[in-house]
């Protein structure tokens, strides 16, 4: 997948962050390359499902 984002005058004042998962991004500006991959080899009795953990 490709596309392009222009933003013009990108300007942050507030962020509430509610929870977070295992594996997650947050980012605030421009990125040329974001690139992800997983790899899956834990038990499946050690897997966290839930809850999130607050900030």
Do not use: K, R, Y
């Amino acid at each position: 997948m490709h596309f392009t984002v222009i933003n013009h005058g990108l300007s942050v004042c507030n962020i509430d962050i509610t929870g977070i998962s295992i594996s997650s991004i947050f980012l605030i500006g421009d990125a040329n390359t974001i690139a992800t991959t997983s790899a899956f080899d834990t038990p499946a009795e050690s897997l966290v499902i839930g809850p999130f953990v607050q900030l």
